[in-house]
């Protein structure tokens, strides 16, 4: 019983880590594109990784005076560049071409940054390391002894304390600034463009404004993977990690303010979750799964099965999600 | 000489001084292949630069084939060799032209540079041209027949398959097994093999057409009916895709596995004059084999029954209802055909490269850039964009040989430029697209 307990323990800490909060703020932006507007935006990934190295790549070669803050303003610039890079050729349209121009973009750019040419700017395919030092040395000592333990529920040191508390701000601050913009045309454009069009709606610069915010906000959410992580690694922002986002958005439900932060948090949940306790029960102690079944190294990447089984499940039955709404849930964007 | 003296009086004078001026030892030698002695080289001429990359030193070996040079102070210098000075015959890697050495104070530092034959002249990029074209027609008549299939499910049924490329591994990964567990040995070669892994490739295909066909019967048949719509069986696609990856992972393993049996081959040559290239057997075989499915897909479609309901599906789906075509069974059709494609393609490009649990993953994306430069759910158009894509692919390859870990750009940006300026696809209909 005490594996089952840590095992919920360490989803628990997953639900509220870095990850999960990482993904929450790419999905908050996929669902501007995707729940709100209607662009299949594929590319998340690409917005993450923009991000990611907009704020580890000034600190690391020391450009702007190599400070993290400076990264963040870099990635309002470098994100939206990309969104408007994107958006023109793919926006006039149909649906399927954005998605296929944007998964491709975003493989293009991780092949930019993992390859060896470039290795001094971007630490090519060992990403850039503990580029935080600095950063962590002025985040002021709160946690007394050497962790803070809640139940089970572990946070290893100040730093990442602070970048859950700061990420958590920063998805209720950007969740609140999604929902002020709800009411924009970006829900006309979904339900009909053509009449959005014939209303006089600027379609065009609606559904790249959506883009953009969308995509800054997936920036963020690969900035805070790489400050809490304390890392970039290119290996971290493949197509899956788009996927992910979906599968985070229909967790939650399509179209709804709290659905990226509900799914991400069980998402994030049953994967630690699970994580935990098949490798409990491929150690070789106590209770074991037969090896023919599974063993270790089964065991790592058993959570893509569920997570992709899952995201096919919950689509065909219960595609509003959790706590969606049917009408709202709005697949079919062509 | 007297810049020499000097320079040691001055490296004498000023003792104290914070640099100091050190000596570096330059030799050049040939080691014989056969074992013999080493013997000196000289007349080698060569340049030692700073850690900031200007230039402090340079010199020419004697005789002996040593040079002492002086160098400003302590630290790491490198020394770089002039290759076209070495005597006739002899050469050495260029990674090992140049090497940093460490200069201490008071020891000085030494670089020895040890030369063997010449290596075979590269050859030049214009020689090299052939033999990527070969490449990526290779490459790219691959890519068209995976993607043929994925185009015609995509022109029947409207759906952007993203399961596709599993479809593509487990063709490849079941073949291999099959291969495996019926193999005399795998030192058998020739005719024997040939007929092993025709055997294991039918299995292999019949295991994707399974695959496939079973996916249309349970999955897409019944969320068609309950007129789900197509962006929710795109995102399901993809989560049987993650879930079939990591299944075919778990069963098979992440190790790479190839075909011992037809891995060391002699090129077959073709001379056309100036345009001269190698080709393996076992390439040139799957490349016809290729060519041929290709050619049968295109009779198919051209000149059956059956190939002109599915153009008629294709084009409208309720129109030729209407008429009399029974539609999910030729939908059933397309996804055994695109099945048993994707399978052979598998097959294949597992003969070519190496059978992976990630192999479909990683070319999926070369496909739906096939298709969408082509023109979404035009069969001919898959074949066009995936011809272009395998040339592309090949050709940066040959032309960026530095940065051929980047190939895959070359098809990627290929595509969002034909987009820009022709959305359509380049045999697409001119339609609104938008």
């Keep these: ?334 | 000489v007297l810049l020499v003296a000097l320079g040691v009086l001055v490296a004498a004078g000023a003792g104290t001084a914070h640099a100091e001026e050190q000596e570096l030892t330059v030799r050049v030698q040939n080691i014989p292949e056969d074992g013999g002695k080493k013997q000196p080289v000289a007349g080698v001429d060569f340049v030692v630069t700073g850690p900031d990359g200007a230039e402090v030193a340079s010199g020419v070996t004697d005789d002996k084939g040593v040079a002492k040079v002086k160098v400003p102070s302590d630290g790491e210098f490198t020394v770089t060799i002039d290759t076209s000075t070495l005597p006739e015959g002899l050469g050495i890697p260029d990674d090992e032209a140049s090497r940093t050495v460490n200069v201490t104070a008071g020891l000085g530092g030494n670089a020895n540079f040890n030369l063997g034959a010449a290596g075979p002249v590269e050859p030049s990029k214009a020689e090299l041209l052939p033999k990527a074209i070969v490449n990526g027609v290779r490459f790219g008549l691959v890519i068209a027949i995976m993607s043929v299939g994925l185009s015609l499910i995509y022109g029947t049924t409207g759906l952007s398959n993203f399961a596709h490329g599993e479809t593509v591994t487990l063709g490849a990964v079941m073949t291999w097994t099959f291969a495996d567990w019926i193999k005399v040995s795998n030192s058998t070669t020739g005719f024997g093999a040939l007929v092993q892994i025709s055997f294991a490739a039918t299995l292999g295909i019949a295991a994707a057409m399974l695959f496939s066909g079973g996916l249309e019967k349970f999955v897409w048949k019944p969320m068609r009916g309950k007129g789900i719509g197509l962006t929710s069986m795109m995102i399901v696609s993809i989560g049987i895709a993650i879930a079939a990856r990591f299944i075919i992972q778990w069963r098979y393993g992440a190790q790479p596995k190839s075909y011992a049996q037809f891995g060391s081959q002699e090129n077959i040559n073709f001379d056309f004059g100036p345009i001269e290239f190698g080709v393996t057997p076992r390439d040139l075989t799957t490349a016809g084999i290729a060519l041929a499915a290709l050619l049968g897909v295109a009779f198919l479609l051209m000149r059956t029954r059956t190939g002109k309901a599915i153009r008629a599906v294709a084009d409208n789906p309720d129109l030729s209802s209407t008429t009399g075509i029974n539609t999910d069974r030729i939908i059933m059709f397309v996804w055994l055909l695109g099945g048993a494609l994707a399978g052979l393609g598998g097959v294949i490009f597992g003969l070519d490269e190496q059978v992976q649990w990630n192999m479909g993953t990683r070319l999926l994306l070369l496909m739906f850039a096939a298709i969408t430069l082509g023109g979404l759910g035009r069969p001919f158009g898959a074949l066009v964009g995936s011809l272009v894509v395998g040339l592309f692919v090949q050709l940066w390859a040959w032309w960026f040989s530095d940065f051929t870990d980047l190939k895959n750009i070359g098809a990627l940006a290929a595509m969002i430029l034909v987009l820009l300026f022709r959305p359509q696809g380049i045999l697409g209909k001119k339609e609104r697209i938008g």
Aim: proline share 3%; net charge neutral; glycine share 12%.
């Design chain 1, 1 to 334: 019983m005490s594996d089952i307990a840590d095992a919920i323990g360490i989803g628990i800490s997953g639900a509220f880590g870095v990850s999960a909060i990482a993904y929450c703020l790419a999905a908050i932006g996929l669902n501007v594109h995707f729940g709100y507007t209607g662009l299949l935006n594929f590319g998340q990934a690409g917005f993450a990784l923009v991000g990611a190295y907009s704020v580890a790549m000034p600190v690391r070669n020391g450009w702007f005076g190599g400070s993290l803050w400076v990264g963040f303003a870099a990635l309002v610039v470098t994100t939206t560049l990309f969104a408007v890079l994107l958006g023109i050729p793919t926006l006039r349209l149909r649906s399927d071409y954005l998605a296929i121009v944007t998964i491709a973009a975003g493989e293009i750019l991780r092949l930019l940054v993992s390859t060896p040419k470039w290795v001094g700017a971007t630490g090519a395919t060992d990403g850039i390391n503990s580029f935080t030092g600095d950063f962590e040395a002025t985040i002021p000592g709160f946690i007394k002894g050497e962790k803070l333990q809640i139940w089970k529920v572990v946070i290893p040191d100040d730093f990442t304390l602070w970048a859950i508390i700061v990420g958590w701000a920063l998805v209720a601050l950007l969740s609140v600034a999604v929902w002020s913009l709800m009411r924009s045309p970006w829900r006309s454009i979904r339900e009909d463009e053509d009449a959005a069009r014939s209303l006089g709606k600027n379609v065009f610069a609606y559904k790249m404004s959506s883009l953009i915010i969308g995509g800054i906000i997936g920036g963020f959410g690969g900035a805070v993977l790489a400050i809490g992580s304390r890392n970039v690694n290119p290996g971290s922002y493949q197509t899956q990690f788009t996927f992910l986002c979906y599968a985070i958005l229909v967790l939650g439900g399509i179209a709804r303010v709290k659905g990226p932060v509900v799914g991400s948090m069980i998402f994030w949940f049953i994967i630690s979750f699970s994580d935990a306790i098949l490798a409990e029960w491929t150690d070789g102690d106590g209770f074991n799964l037969p090896t023919w079944l599974m063993d270790k190294s089964n065991a790592a990447f058993f959570r893509w099965i569920i997570v992709g089984g899952g995201l096919a499940l919950l689509v065909i039955f219960r595609p509003q999600g959790i706590f969606g709404d049917r009408k709202e849930q709005s697949f079919d964007v062509r």
